[in-house]
């Protein structure tokens, strides 16, 4: 029921779509349908600082939707004039492709958790479950992905840890468990974010009971021994400042963190959810911000914003080149005024130079205390001149072409074109209309020689290449892996099949391997 084991026949060898969907998002029509790639099964996975979908790089543009994870009990917004449908176009129209659902560990824990009333106007049942229910059916109409994260453990319960004496950590398991079997069959559920801005108590790396890596480590084997199955994404989020030891002078500005971003602790103990299958689904998931949440020190240096990159490069940007692991930023945003419009413009500038590719900004609705959203105060979708127009346009200039479902998320066959990155640097993916250069340098040797150790050991039924490191499918004119230029049967993602993506760069419009 999660993506598993599903077996493909006829799709098998479906590269390129043969059909002209609809698109799904409001930018579709400049997108060539020609390059919509088409798949039976979407498989997650992780590789060289990216998630992959089915064996190439997502691109992803999401926004936080907040509601769940407070004493209303629902997303916020819908107590009036303001519909789901409207909320969800709008950012289907914007290119949005993802959307990060805040819940609490109580509403996971209590199928029968009601709708505070009068706050969902368009609900036609008062169960919290029936309107995620909602939300998943029409976020896939709209091929928009979901994300779900344990924000906190109940209303008036904003803990530092995962845990507490109410919520013991075998609770916080039985609800992802819960959310898991309830929601994980509809094919636009990404996966978990385990627990949201762990901070103060919580460290990392010393040995301490209240050590989030271990923690992480422990919810996620406590789901798969009773959901064997789960092949979905896990987001992890770093601690704050403080709670793990630091490569760093002591007073060195990088040492002062926002919750949820401190990730020094991997220097000392990386995430290792105990099987190569489950760590090649964790993305680690900082959180930044600026001095609309909180006035850091460096916000306030003679040199701002031009000092922000290297403290950022401190924070963040050791994280994929240290664990080859994708970097998802789970939150950003403010109220993109004076100060805070500056040093977001300076973190987009960031992302694109760090080849950071996805992101989910906080947050749709403009309730958010300090930092506003992409609705207008009241409530309306922004117009030109508007200042959450130009939070729109700053996001889309950090992600300028995500990738896009060209139709509903739904039946027996997945179309997409993956976009590409915003910079023509960085790692790309040539499967959509644009023709961008590629120079991989050392990090395709390294990338290659990583690969090849990972899969060298699988089950082919089809033929090895000399190496015997890539299996290719006998069945389909050739097999590759990343970065691969479309070809009939399509190159890049191994036909879409059971065969395992080789996880090789491809150059010169050649797969590693061809039969």
């Known amino acids: 029921m999660f993506g598993i084991g599903m077996k493909l026949t006829s799709l098998a060898c479906l590269g390129l779509s043969l059909l002209s969907p609809t698109p ?96 969902c106007v368009e609900c036609t049942s008062d169960l919290s479950w029936d309107a995620i229910e909602r939300l998943m059916d029409k976020a896939a109409e709209r091929g928009l992905l979901v994300l779900f994260d344990f924000h906190k453990l109940a209303d008036g319960e904003s803990t530092e840890l995962w845990y507490s004496d109410n919520y013991p950590e075998e609770k916080f398991i039985e609800g992802w468990v819960n959310i898991i079997e309830k929601f994980g069959s509809w094919p636009n559920f990404m996966g978990i974010d385990l627990f949201n801005e762990p901070h103060i108590s919580a460290t990392w790396g010393k040995g301490l009971e209240t050590d989030w890596n271990k923690g992480a480590e422990r919810i996620v084997q406590g789901i798969v021994e009773q959901i064997p199955t789960y092949n979905k994404l896990i987001f992890v989020e770093g601690i704050s400042s403080g709670g793990s030891s630091t490569p760093y002078d002591e007073d060195d500005p990088a040492n002062d963190q926002f919750w949820g971003s401190n990730f020094f602790g991997l220097y000392d103990a990386e995430v290792d959810f105990g099987t190569p299958e489950l760590n090649k689904l964790l993305v680690y998931s900082p959180h930044i911000y600026g001095p609309d949440l909180y006035d850091h020190d460096y916000f306030n240096a003679s040199d701002f914003p031009d000092n922000m990159p290297e403290i950022w490069e401190k924070q963040i940007g050791f994280i994929e080149s240290l664990t080859g692991k994708a970097v998802i930023i789970g939150e950003w945003g403010g109220k993109m005024e004076g100060k805070d419009a500056i040093l977001q413009e300076k973190w987009v500038q960031y992302m694109l130079d760090a080849c950071i590719s996805g992101s989910f900004y906080w947050s749709v609705t403009p309730n958010s205390g300090d930092l506003g959203g992409l609705l ?64 991989l340098g050392n990090l395709l040797v390294s990338a290659e020689n990583k690969a090849s150790k990972e899969i060298s050991n699988i089950a082919c039924n089809g033929k090895m290449n000399k190496e015997n490191s890539v299996c290719c499918s006998a069945e389909c004119g050739q097999c590759g892996g990343i970065n691969c230029l479309s070809e009939v049967h399509g190159a890049s993602n191994c036909c879409a099949s059971l065969i395992l993506s080789s996880e090789k760069f491809c150059t010169d419009n050649e797969a590693p391997c061809i039969i």
């Not at 992959?52 to 997303?75: D, E, Q, Y």
């Not at 346009?393 to 479902?405: K, R």
């Not at 039946?411 to 790692?427: K, T, V």
Request: charged share 15%; with cysteine; hydrophobic share 40%.
């Open 24 to 119: 799904s998002h409001g930018l579709g029509e400049d997108r060539s349908l020609q390059n919509s790639n088409c798949f039976g099964e979407m498989v997650w996975s992780v590789f060289q600082g990216n998630i992959l979908l089915n064996g190439v790089p997502f691109r992803l543009k999401g926004a936080n939707w907040f509601g769940f994870n407070t004493s209303l009990n629902i997303l916020h917004g819908l107590w009036g004039d303001v519909t789901m449908d409207e909320v969800l176009d709008f950012l289907a129209a914007n290119d949005f492709n993802g959307l990060r659902i805040p819940l609490s560990l109580s509403l996971a824990l209590d199928n029968q958790t009601k709708i505070s009333q009068y706050q």
């Open 376 to 439: 207008t105060e009241s409530w309306d979708i922004p117009q030109s001149g508007d200042t959450q127009f130009f939070k729109l346009t700053l996001i889309a200039e950090a992600q300028p072409t995500p990738s896009l479902f060209t139709q509903p998320i739904s039946g027996d066959q997945y179309c997409l074109d993956f976009g590409a990155f915003a910079d023509n640097s960085c790692w790309t993916n040539t499967n959509s209309r644009r023709d961008i250069s590629l120079d």
